[in-house]
């Protein structure tokens, strides 16, 4: 292991079992990570920065490699009229992490709403994003929601 982060740090602290995966910190695509990783895209997590139209705290989205945000579905569960995407510059200011390597489990400490994709309680693990470009943590579905406070929600839809 080159480094142990925050991310993990937090896991421990919560007695949350977690295995350090690696893959070149070039590659940010959630599904390419997946094949490298030899395991199914449904298993990879991307957390996106969400922001509510009216204004307002940032919103994480977490949702499958092959799966589609669906804004409207995030809008109405998290009790705004309208959410948009934070682009790539303005989410890596937000969160003071890059792009591809952005964690729920690294960005506690600013209490934003978190939610994940339904699809993902019917998985014992799933691998996020350590907080860095180039490592994902297969963590345990359930630890992870309750480190981080996810709301379970049907958020996406399935990528074609």
Not at 23 to 34: G, M, N, S, W
Not at 63 to 87: C, E, H, P, T
Not at 100 to 128: C, M, R, Y
């Amino acid at each position: 292991m080159s480094q142990k982060l925050n991310s993990m740090r937090l896991l421990e602290k919560h007695n949350i079992p977690y295995e350090m995966t690696e893959f070149p910190d070039t590659e940010r695509d959630a599904e390419v990570i997946a094949e490298i990783l030899g395991v199914p895209p449904y298993m990879v997590y991307k957390t996106l920065v969400v922001l509510p139209a009216a204004g307002g705290r940032p919103l994480l989205a977490i949702i499958a490699a092959d799966r589609s945000l669906d804004l409207k579905l995030l809008a109405a569960v998290s009790g705004n009229k309208k959410v948009v995407m934070a682009a790539h510059k303005e989410a890596e200011a937000l969160t003071g992490l890059k792009v591809g390597g952005i964690s729920a489990l690294a960005l506690t400490h600013k209490n934003w709403p978190i939610f994940l994709d339904q699809p993902a309680a019917e998985l014992e693990h799933i691998l996020v994003s350590a907080g860095q470009r180039g490592m994902d943590l297969r963590v345990p579905t359930a630890g992870f929601i309750q480190v981080v406070s996810a709301k379970l929600a049907k958020i996406s839809t399935r990528s074609d």
